[in-house]
T-cell receptor, first 116, second 116 residues
Framework: DQQVKQNSPSLSVQEGRISILNCDYT??????FLWYKKYPAEGPTFLIS???IKDKNEDGRFTVFLNKSAKHLSLHIVPSQPGDSAVYFC???????????????WGLGTSLAVNP | GAGVSQSPSNKVTEKGKDVELRCDPI?????LYWYRQSLGQGLEFLIY????????KSGLPSDRFSAERTGGSVSTLTIQRTQQEDSAVYLC??????????????FGSGTRLTVV
């Protein structure tokens, strides 16, 4: 059972336009949500995160929105640049009783292509 | 070191042979994780080490898989009697605490294992 779902395997956007990557989850106990970017032959790199008590977090061109009632989050990249072309993974974190987050539950990723 | 280092970067092995994959985490990081990504799949959790606590082995797919972390630093993932379905990219990640919910982990570049 996929607890974190990225329903779009790929997305193509023109340079300068907005890229919107979507992620849905099923477990209401997740306390953090994270986005990672992965280039070929490299490990994933952390991009941005959001706490479950927030509905928006912004960092430069990247903004993550969280809609808890819909169990949905999205990553907005604006303006998109060709260097943003990568696979984007959504991940959700479930903390234990001590407040530590032990492992991430991952989506399957969305491959973003930003065309010049 | 400056980042998480994994070796080898590529490994081709014959079916039935044993392989060892190595991970050098970031110095001072107490938490270490192994993941794998098979072709067309998301990131699959394998095992998690945190300090001197017993490792969380709940993600290991079979008893052919084992991992050690000696001295709280370097970790070795061993796959015995490799099968073709073991072919994947094996990723190691580390974090300062037991997984920081807000900032995630730092990943290595992975070991691409091909079983022929």
């Amino acid at each position: 059972d996929q607890q974190v779902k990225q329903n779009s395997p790929s997305l193509s956007v023109q340079e300068g336009r907005i890229s919107i990557l979507n992620c849905d989850y099923t477990n209401s106990m997740f306390d953090y949500f994270l986005w990672y970017k992965k280039y070929p032959a490299e490990g994933p790199t952390f991009l941005i995160s959001i706490s479950s008590i927030k509905d928006k977090n912004e960092d430069g061109r990247f903004t993550v929105f969280l809609n808890k009632s819909a169990k949905h989050l999205s990553l907005h990249i604006v303006p998109s640049q060709p260097g943003d072309s990568a696979v984007y993974f959504c991940a959700a974190s479930l903390g234990d009783n001590a407040g530590n987050n032990r492992k991430l539950i991952w989506g399957l990723g969305t491959s973003l292509a930003v065309n010049p | 070191g400056a980042g998480v280092s994994q070796s080898p970067s590529n490994k081709v092995t014959e079916k039935g042979k044993d392989v060892e994959l190595r991970c050098d985490p970031i110095s001072g990081h107490t938490a270490l994780y192994w993941y794998r990504q098979s072709l067309g799949q998301g990131l699959e959790f394998l095992i998690y080490f945190q300090g001197n606590s017993a490792p969380d082995k709940s993600g290991l797919p079979s008893d052919r898989f084992s991992a050690e972390r000696t001295g709280g630093s370097v970790s070795t993932l061993t796959i015995q009697r490799t099968q073709q379905e073991d072919s994947a990219v094996y990723l190691c990640a580390s974090s300062f605490q037991a997984g920081q919910g807000s900032s995630g982990y730092t990943f290595g570049s992975g070991t691409r294992l091909t079983v022929v």
